[in-house]
């Protein structure tokens, strides 16, 4: 599983040049609980969940307006954003778009 949850790490650093998914989510959200389900059987890519009740600046920067919301980042750039539950095929076929 390569799935890490931001602290007090900078995000910028640890997105920096790489291929990575952001998972923007809140505890209290059903839909994202149910697609943390889902990522944790994507083993291809590094995936950084990021709590919006936690990091609320990070979610202004990166436009978080619904949740749950992933941003997929290549070298260190917002690729793609999809905004509400996708299923573990829509996430790999744009994993594997990004390569």
Request: glycine fraction near 4%.
């Amino acid at each position: 599983m390569n799935i890490k949850y931001l602290k007090d790490e900078n995000l910028e650093e640890l997105i920096k040049g790489k291929n990575v998914i952001i998972d923007f989510y809140a505890d209290w959200c059903g839909p994202c609980k149910i697609l943390s389900k889902v990522l944790e059987d994507i083993d291809e890519i590094e995936i950084i969940k990021v709590n919006v009740d936690e990091h609320q600046d990070l979610a202004i920067k990166y436009n978080v307006m619904s949740i749950p919301q992933i941003n997929f980042i290549k070298n260190g750039e917002i690729y793609k954003t999809e905004i509400g539950f996708r299923s573990k095929d829509e996430i790999e076929k744009i994993i594997k778009e990004m390569k």
